[in-house]
């Protein structure tokens, strides 16, 4: 299995990344921060279901330093915490991938998904359809459990079915292991970084993991 090349892919909407993962709760929005950060990025999350007392774009701007990014509106906020699909229904709405218009911005941005590849967004729609939508190449972010190694290679493949470029892999809480060894082999698909597990959560801990990806500002 191998990457595909994402140069001609993102054109349309200059240098953009959609940050999915392998599942729920794998640490998208934390990721989001520390490359929204590393890269002086934009950062949009264009769908936000439930914790609309703290969505995720508060906390991605709680957490940033610089003065360049912005954060820009989601096109849906849902009331419920669930499947993007069911909250829009319990709010009595229906997701519009029609509707969901990219910011307009001359800088890199940051697209944070929700929770991963095949959630539904409405009955015929998932997430992976508005990443086709947006075409912009996709960051993996892998979570270190039990599984992961299985979570990925269907994540990858199904990514790879599309024809949607992979720029890389960023693993959350955890340090290089087996896992990361054997997806690296197997897939040929870059490690962006690797991000520990992170007890405190500020903008100097962000600042200080973003330091590490600083060399992506050449790469992506």
Same mark, same amino acid.
């Given at each position: 299995m191998k990457s595909i090349n994402s140069l001609?892919?993102?054109?349309?909407?200059g240098s953009s990344y959609f940050i999915t993962g392998i599942g729920t709760d794998i640490g998208k929005t934390i990721v989001s921060a520390i490359l929204t950060e590393a890269l002086h990025a934009d950062y949009w999350k264009p769908i936000q279901a439930g914790n609309l007392?703290?969505?995720?774009?508060?906390? &991605?701007a709680d957490l940033i330093s610089n003065r360049v990014s912005a954060i820009h509106p989601s096109a849906y906020s849902l009331s419920t915490g669930a499947?993007?699909?069911?909250?829009?229904?319990?709010?009595?709405?229906?997701?519009?991938l029609q509707q969901?218009?990219?910011p307009l911005t001359n800088n890199k941005l940051i697209i944070e998904g929700a929770g991963g590849l095949m959630v539904p967004l409405n009955k015929n729609e998932l997430v992976i359809d508005l990443i086709i939508q947006l075409k912009v190449p996709v960051i993996l972010v892998v979570k270190n459990y039990l599984g992961a190694i299985n979570h990925s290679l269907l994540s990858i493949e199904i990514l790879q079915q599309k024809n949607i470029p992979i720029t890389g892999i960023v693993y959350n809480e955890g340090t290089r292991s087996e896992n990361i060894r054997f997806i690296e082999d197997y897939t040929?698909?870059?490690?962006?970084?690797? &991000?520990?597990?992170?007890? &405190?959560l500020n903008k100097a801990v962000i600042l200080k993991e973003a330091a590490k990806f600083a060399s992506l500002k050449n790469f992506v």
């Open positions: 001609n892919y993102c054109s349309s909407m007392g703290n969505p995720d774009p508060s906390m &991605v499947s993007p699909h069911y909250a829009a229904e319990k709010d009595g709405i229906e997701i519009d969901i218009k990219p040929g698909i870059n490690t962006l970084g690797i &991000v520990p597990r992170l007890e &405190v």
